[in-house]
């Protein structure tokens, strides 16, 4: 940060954990967009502390259950074989971010990003303790004292009481939270779940109290390359040098035009409500998230001033140079294209998937076997994976040999639902009919209540050639 | 660039050394054990007798040791040589 862009801060010099700075007491702003952020925050913390609450068919409804490996989303259960589907929601979700980013900048990071979320939450805690930004910066100052540490205790209480919560809530994603809640309450809780309800109730607090801002600075890796998406076209938030320069004080109601002066009042109020503590009248700065404070805020200022409003705005390098905007740009179009055919592909194969899942494994103690009756035997284990709701009936059967005989069961092999059977199998085979050494076999599987639920695994076959 | 990196923190470079690894690494443990089931594991070369969970923060903790360790390895190999050295 340079000397002029923190002119009209008043800041207290602090050494902190990551990187010398100044502490930054975001002043408390109202309008259009703290409103959007401030609705965003409530649905999205909403969704974060009482999404695992919700029941379905007497189980969590939603539940990455590492524990048991298996994550439920309402009526889906998805496996570890299911691995694809995450893999192809993360890169949705990723050209998801491209798009927002290219079509209208750090929407993101002002208004959805966790560490944004949080630290809104935070703030509201210390707001309520210690009052406004004039007051925090008084107490900041002012020696130690009773009132002072009385004041502090309770703000870092409230704050470690939040991220304990939320570290509780984490954890309930990924572990079941009813069954989580009782431990808790009897203090019987698994040293690994103690463990990480710690650890992520002190990430928060640590990210949300204290490091905030140089989360997205120095830590956050999309802040680096999100430039990357932008063009001339990309929602950005800036300040209208032209109408604002030459900025300076005057009186209400003087002509500054008249006077010399830029529309803008040098109240330094859209420094003050930074969270980052940048000055937005020296251009696009990295540090910008985006989060439309001094929108909000300059158009208060204008407002009382009588002058128009969107000094300071969402708008676009374009616009700003008196240029033509365009929506469809190419960049634009390709990761819509690319965002629809990869959703359309996810929740086609997600419909089409079948909750059925056979591995074959051969036994690991013999190659082949020679039966009294001069058959060649192999052994397998057949893993049924039964991943739909319901129990169910397989039958199975067996090809690739000509006259291969298996020992079948007579009423179809039963799997409970969401369960894995270890099912042994002898196939055996007369030696005349093996050509190679090594011959392809295919285990057939079909449920006996549904034509949908049927599949087929190859394995090998392994026997001497004689000829 | 050596000038730089003596106004850098200390702090600050051991975190640049942690963090990076620490995104790394929880991928890799989702990626490691989405393939192998821990259980599995032991019941084919034996290990304690903890839960899942226990497994997947200490394999969560070993592939942050080896990220780390290449984090280190990657600033150590960044200070220039002293033949390289300009005055």
New interface residues.
Partial sequence: MTEKQTQNVEVTPVEEVYAKRKKIFPRQVTGLFASFRFSGVLILLGVYYFGPLIQWDNRQAILFDLPARKFYIFDWIFWPQDFIYLAALLIIAAIALFLVTALAGRVWCGYACPQTVWTEAFLWIERKVEGSRAKQIKLEKAGWSWGKFRLKFTKHFLWLALSFITGFVFVGWFTPINELMDRTLSFELGPWEAFWIFFYGFATYGNAGWMREQVCLYMCPYARFQAAMFDKNTLVISYDEKRGEPRGSRKKGSDYVKDGKGACVDCSLCVQVCPTGIDIRDGLQYQCIGCAACVDVCNEVMDKMGYEPNLVSYTTENALNGKKESLFRPRVIVYVLLLSVMSVALFASIAQRIPLGVDVIRDRNSLYRETDEGMIENVYTLKIMNMDLKNHRYSLAVGGVEGLTVKKPKKGIMVDAGTVLNYPIRVQVDPDKLKTSSTELTFYLNALDSDKLSIEVDGRFLGPVYK | MSENNNTV?K??RV?AIL?PSF?VSGIATILFF??F?PNEIIGCVGGWDI????Y??IGFFLFWLLTSANSVLTCYFLKPCAVNQKK
Avoid at chain 2, 51 to 54: L, T
């Fill in positions: 923190p702090v600050q975190i963090w995104i989405t393939a089931d839960s899942r969970m226990g997947y923060s």
